[in-house]
């Protein structure tokens, strides 16, 4: 995995979708710049999961962007995915490793500076710090890291970094600016008009904050 594949990092939700079929809104995204896919479901069930994977993994396989599949090792391995995305209450770190093999990707949540510093002694590909901001779409966390909090994760962590949490286009700029190498954004992409132009929008804000950074060292 490279640092720059998590930039605009877009996380599915089929109920945010306004009714449009997830492959579409992801294609679309993916025209407008997003540059990693995680296949989050929490409602339906394995042979349908394993489906939907399947028909991303196809879509997005010649554009070389990595697929992600959120918690459920086997339907990655079922598929063949880039790899997983767990939480703290997932199947452990060690476990998905050995099953995943060397070369997957796996990133892990972290919700507190413990996390972050505990996950410096893990080999995991990158860490999600969730969530920066409130949001609907991630009530299952511990309270908000906000900018500062974000900064400080930021600069202790060993990884490459991604924002969860209220990442939109009025927030991405000065998140990207704390040093955090991309953005996981859920509904300003999922509940878009046109997931294309909202992912258009996002990327050129994150290289727009980009060209004049706070780096790990500044933070």
């Not at 979708?17 to 492959?23: A, E, F, N, Y």
């Not at 995305?85 to 990707?105: F, V």
């Not at 900064?151 to 955090?180: C, W, Y």
């Amino acid at each position: 995995m490279k640092r720059e594949d998590l930039s605009l990092y877009l996380v599915t939700d089929r109920p945010l979708s306004l009714g449009r079929d997830i492959d579409w809104v992801v294609t679309e995204a993916v025209k407008g710049g997003a540059t990693m896919v995680q296949l989050r479901e929490k409602d339906c069930d394995t042979r349908e999961f394993i489906r939907l994977a399947a028909k991303l993994k196809e879509a997005l396989s010649p554009l070389g962007v990595p697929l992600l599949i959120n918690d459920r090792v086997d339907v990655a391995l079922a598929v063949d995915a880039d790899g997983v995305h767990i939480g703290q209450s997932d199947m452990p770190y060690e476990t998905a490793r050995r099953l995943l093999g060397p070369d997957k990707i796996i990133g892990l949540s972290v919700e507190n500076m413990d996390e972050v510093i505990e996950a410096n002694g893990l080999d995991v590909d990158y860490i999600g710090i969730s969530p920066v901001y409130s949001t609907a779409t991630k009530t299952d966390t511990a309270g908000p890291f906000g900018l500062d909090g974000l900064a400080e994760a930021v600069k202790l962590s060993v990884h490459p970094t991604v924002a969860i949490g209220g990442m939109n286009q009025k927030t991405a700029f000065d998140v990207i600016r704390t040093g955090a190498d991309g953005i996981a954004v859920v509904s300003a992409i999922c509940s878009a008009d046109s997931p294309e132009k909202a992912s258009r929008e996002l990327y050129a804000i994150i290289e727009e904050a980009r060209r004049s950074p706070i780096s790990k060292a500044q933070a």
